[in-house]
């Protein structure tokens, strides 16, 4: 899978209401005042552009807006005497739904972790490699399922914890300049699929040459 979730466009695409809500004030009663298209213009438009860009700077920007768009509405609607409450809970709705998605920890854990944006990986090629693996001076055999430039996918019953260091061999079945990529290891994460028990490993030290074995070996498979 190349792409971001469909959920994250949608989430972040909630913001578009606060623009679409000054238009259509604007229409029923006259242009607004800079203030209100700084913050409720501009501003939902650059958190929008930046929740999809997926970076860890507009996850926090999200958590500050919100609270800034809280304290507005609020005063808002204390400060107009007969003021209508939909518009209120419309805004507190979206800011629920908004929260409730981006604070989920896989979605949160995208913003905070380049490594699990999937969409930005080197293309991988699934493979049944011979493996070999190395820790805490205990060697292991498990299953290569797929391998990339940056990393692998090692198929285990019983995976390791994310963040474990490994000392990673991989003999290539035809040669590329090396006979035997070696290299170190992190375990970035853990598949939760049941069908294909397994960890997501980050090559933290290969050398040059090592990478080039690796890139053209995938090249040439896809």
């Not at 061999?169 to 598949?191: A, F, N, Y």
Request: overall charge positive.
């Amino acid at each position: 899978m190349y792409r971001r979730p469909l959920s994250l466009f949608l989430s972040a695409c909630l913001f578009l209401y606060f623009p679409l809500e000054v238009g259509m004030n604007w229409v029923n009663g006259g242009p607004p005042s800079t203030p209100e298209i700084i913050i409720s213009l501009v501003l939902p438009l650059i958190l929008l552009a930046g929740l999809i860009h997926v970076s860890k700077v507009f996850w926090y920007t999200l958590i500050a807006f919100i609270a800034l768009w809280g304290v507005k509405d609020l005063y808002q609607y204390y400060a107009s005497v007969g003021s209508s409450i939909r518009p209120l809970l419309i805004h507190v709705g979206i800011y629920c739904l908004s929260l409730s998605y981006f604070i989920n920890p896989r979605i949160r854990h995208l913003y905070f972790d380049p490594a699990l944006r999937w969409w930005r990986t080197k293309p991988r090629y699934e493979t049944h490699l011979p493996f070999v693996m190395k820790h805490q001076n205990e060697w292991h055999y498990p299953v290569l399922r797929n391998v990339s430039e940056g990393g692998c996918f090692i198929e285990m019953t019983h995976p390791l914890e994310v963040s474990t260091p490994l000392q990673i061999t991989i003999p290539l079945p035809v040669p590329l300049g090396v006979s035997v990529i070696k290299t170190e290891g992190e375990v970035r994460w853990i598949s939760k699929n049941p069908l294909r028990s397994g960890m997501g490993v980050q090559f933290t030290d290969a050398l040059p040459r090592h990478s080039k074995a690796i890139r053209t070996y995938v090249a040439k498979q896809l």
